[in-house]
């Protein structure tokens, strides 16, 4: 019997350009996952306002994890809800303010998404402003831009640490959030799909390109690397075998996500 197959991704740099942030070359596989009724749950640094407006482009209907776990959304329809299901995870976005902000009183050199305007997030990051709007709308993390020192850095990671918080290297920002992490969220999921899928066999699939994907490959059943700026920093266990592309992007994405249906009989 075809096990069920539930896939999890990282979006910049993985399913998506880092450039030109689209999703085009990986389209035959989205279309193979989403004729064969395959999950795909997008799992993200980005926030749910604007995963919402992906998936729409996308056309994927699933859950989706935002804000690299800070909350997994469960829209009406999926896993037998029948309204939007919210979960969150760790502090607020008010309270991670008020720790970063402590840091800054006592000398940390930092720029958060709320120190900058949607135009000046829009020319760092590639986004267009309306977008850069959506990326601002923060539900429990904040990208940030460091301008001190490697010295400082580590002096900041630390003083948060105290304070039960965690700082995590992303393709183009560091991640101040608490302590749940892209894999709580994507454990969460499977353990719903797990349950509704009875007592067929369930497969996770993680896809991801940088160390802030390295626990929610870590928890799949088959993780895969995406070539990437800092996809080498990926390393796994010698018991862990991890599946990398020899393209960046969508395309190395798409080219795993395709041999991997067909290993599975999944035409």
Not at 102 to 116: E, H, T
Not at 140 to 161: M, V
Not at 232 to 253: C, I, K, N, T, V
Request: charged content about 25%; glycine content about 8%.
């Amino acid at each position: 019997m075809q096990p069920r197959l539930v896939v999890f991704t990282d979006l910049d740099g993985t399913l998506l350009d880092h450039h030109s942030y689209s999703w085009r070359a990986a389209l035959p596989a989205l279309e193979r996952l989403a004729a064969n009724g395959i999950p795909l749950v997008l799992n993200s640094s980005k926030t749910s306002a604007e995963m919402r407006v992906l998936q729409r482009a996308m056309r994927v209907r699933a859950p989706y994890i935002a804000e690299n776990g800070a909350v997994v959304v469960i829209p009406a329809g999926c896993l037998d809800n029948r309204e939007e299901e919210i979960v969150h995870f760790g502090v607020s976005h008010h309270e991670l303010m008020c720790a970063l902000l402590v840091q800054r009183d006592k000398g940390a050199r930092f720029r958060g998404f709320s120190d900058l305007s949607a135009y000046e997030v829009a020319k760092l990051s590639g986004l267009k402003e309306d977008e850069a709007e959506r990326a601002k709308q923060r539900l429990g993390t904040e990208p940030l831009l460091w301008d001190g020192s490697d010295a400082e850095l580590a002096q900041f990671r630390a003083a948060l640490e105290l304070e039960g918080l965690r700082l995590v290297q992303g393709g183009r920002f560091w991640h101040a959030m608490g302590t749940f992490d892209k894999a709580k969220g994507a454990r969460f999921l499977l353990k719903r799909y797990q349950e509704r899928f009875g007592n067929e066999t369930v497969i996770s699939i993680a896809l991801g390109d940088s160390p802030n994907d390295q626990r929610m490959l870590e928890e799949a059943d088959i993780p895969v690397v995406i070539r990437g700026v800092n996809s080498d920093q990926l390393q796994f266990s010698p018991a862990r075998h991890a599946m990398r592309s020899l393209s960046p992007g969508p395309e190395g994405w798409n080219a795993c996500v395709l041999n991997l249906l067909f290993e599975y009989g999944y035409q």
